[in-house]
């Protein structure tokens, strides 16, 4: 069965510091996958996608993500992190196995609550 | 360019009250559209999706009903609300095969607190 899962539940870093969001999945098939942005009492901003072509992604706001088949791994990375930037982030895998077609088959992870210190 | 609005933004409810929330996107045509809760700390849940007018698969078994009269309107309703209906409701559209791709775009959502 397919999965996503987030690592932390909460990251703090400092403004100015690296940030690193963690995401491992499971999939049977090629799987595409994507990350999202959540400020509060929003709705979900995508901020890159991954669909089998570059291994390493660029997203907005200067995040990107690095797809390591090996590792079943699409870890989220931006080198300095900014008070703005404080929000829940979502790591989402789509796999068309299940459903094929254009139904709902997304699945997100539980998301990760990344806090900013100035 | 393409836009998603849902309302209204925020309601409170009483307990057995009906619920009516509204999505409608503009700037494209024949769009998947998809209605999502997310509860506190539980992530998104797929509540219904729709590939066409007054074509609606539900993911998840409740009180809560969609419909889709317009290419571009998702409406989600519920004849009486439930305690357990509290939570944060969004709505999303997508062009193509989900997730080949295409990715979904999200509303602001609806904050619902029933009572």
């Known amino acids: 069965a397919q999965s996503v899962t987030q690592l932390d539940s909460h990251v703090s870093v400092s403004e100015g510091t690296p940030v690193l969001l963690r995401c491992n999945y499971s999939s049977s098939y090629s799987p595409s996958l994507f990350w999202y942005v959540q400020h509060p009492n929003k709705g979900l901003q995508l901020l890159l996608k991954?669909?089998?072509?570059?291994?390493l992604v660029k997203g907005i706001n200067g995040f990107e993500a690095e797809f390591k088949k090996s590792e079943t791994s699409f870890h989220l990375t931006k080198p300095s992190a900014h008070m703005s930037d404080a929000a829940e982030y979502f790591c989402v895998v789509s796999d068309p196995g299940r459903y094929g077609g254009s139904q709902g088959n997304l699945i997100f992870g539980k998301g990760t609550k990344l806090s900013v210190k100035p | 360019s393409q836009t998603i609005h849902q309302w209204p933004a925020t309601l409170v409810q009483p307990v057995g009250s009906p619920l009516s929330l509204e999505c409608t996107v503009e700037?494209?045509?024949?769009?998947?559209l998809y209605w999502y809760r997310q509860a506190a700390g539980r992530g998104l849940q797929l509540l219904f999706y729709?590939?066409?007018?007054?074509?609606i698969s539900s993911e998840v078994p409740q009180n809560l009903s969609a419909s889709r009269p317009q290419d571009r309107q998702f409406i989600l309703s519920s004849k009486k609300l439930l305690l357990s209906d509290s939570g944060f409701y969004l709505c999303?559209?997508?062009?193509?095969?989900?997730?080949?791709?295409?990715?979904?775009?999200f509303g602001n959502g609806t904050r619902l607190t029933v009572t």
């Open positions: 991954y669909t089998s072509a570059a291994t």
């Open positions: 729709s590939v066409g007018i007054g074509q």
């Open positions: 700037g494209t045509s024949n769009p998947n």
């Open positions: 999303a559209w997508t062009i193509g095969v989900l997730g080949v791709g295409s990715p979904l775009h």
